[in-house]
């Protein structure tokens, strides 16, 4: 039993404390594959999360304006986004809120329906630390059936909305006997996740906020959050991780949005990575669950 004071300070945790929430989940073993499908020497895993309108509802919010620039997200931004990937032929992951499929089911379906992978989001991007276990769980299953009742497809994988992780998640997502998540960030290369001291089966391939656009590309006229990069610098940003991915024979990750990417002025990061990607022999272009499955059974022994 757990006696520490809740008023105590960090510094006067008992060990057992903070090794307790150290490792409620910890990244294992590592799993970078010998080699790629092909031969090839990289891995390009784009992905995209779906947010739209839940970004304003998950807080309650009923900003008529927020909404509409939700609404830019799959109106404007993924018509763009998809024409570039069908364009290079590119596979990519959309992390999909089951509100964001429940307002526009037509993407979602054409998501599938164009060779992409659908994965969990959550159900209104909601924040799964703050939820009781029962009301994550529930909202996790119900995500999933929404999603496949939609497009006709399970998913296998997951990204909890803004990459919040509660203690309980694993486990839901071990009992809904999915494969992969990808919303966390102990290493650049897959790993397996361990819950509690216990390897979990389950992969992770891990995010960075240096590896996603609204980091750098986000505004919200309420809030202190305004963008300080320009595209052509977050390019820059995006290309030397690719570069450094391909050099050490690993992932290149990508995180990206519709209502922040899929511009004008913008969509243009998304091609240039591609184009930059393309360019180098050997780069194998998957989607994340696709990534997940082969670094999980072809690891390299003792890693």
């Not at 499929?101 to 060779?115: D, K, S, T």
């Not at 992770?204 to 963008?227: K, T």
């Not at 591609?274 to 082969?294: E, K």
Request: net charge negative; aromatic share 10%.
């Amino acid at each position: 039993m757990d006696t520490k004071d809740s008023h105590d300070q960090p510094w006067q945790w008992p060990d057992h404390h903070w090794k307790k929430l150290v490792g409620q989940v910890r990244a294992g073993r590592a799993l970078r594959p010998k080699a790629w499908p092909a031969e090839a020497r990289c891995a390009v895993a784009l992905s995209f999360d779906c947010d739209h309108e839940t970004s304003e509802l998950r807080e309650g919010g009923k900003s008529i304006g927020r909404l509409s620039w939700g609404q830019y997200g799959s109106r404007g931004g993924m018509p763009r986004i998809l024409d570039v990937l069908r364009t290079h032929a590119v596979p990519a992951s959309f992390f999909v809120p089951a509100v964001t499929a429940l307002l526009h089911p037509e993407e979602a379906q054409r998501i599938v329906g164009e060779g992409h992978e659908v994965g969990l989001h959550g159900w209104i991007h909601e924040l799964n630390s703050i939820l009781p276990h029962e009301a994550e769980r529930d909202l996790l299953l119900r995500s999933a059936d929404t999603l496949e009742s939609i497009t006709g497809q399970r998913a296998v994988g997951m990204r909890t909305p803004s990459w919040d992780f509660s203690p309980n998640t694993l486990s839901i997502a071990r009992e809904m006997g999915l494969r992969y998540d990808s919303s966390l960030m102990a290493d650049v290369d897959c790993y397996e996740l361990i819950e509690a001291g216990v390897p979990s089966g389950l992969v992770e391939l891990p995010v960075e906020w240096i590896r996603d656009d609204g980091a750098y590309l986000m505004m919200n006229r309420f809030e202190a959050i305004r963008p300080y990069t320009s595209p052509a610098d977050v390019y820059d940003i995006f290309r030397r991780e690719f570069d450094a991915a391909y050099a050490e024979g690993g992932i290149f990750q990508l995180t990206m949005h519709p209502h922040v990417t899929g511009y004008r002025s913008r969509i243009w990061i998304l091609e240039e990575i591609i184009r930059h990607a393309q360019s180098h022999p050997q780069v194998w272009f998957a989607t994340h669950r696709d990534v997940a499955q082969w670094a999980l059974e072809h690891a390299q022994s003792g890693s």
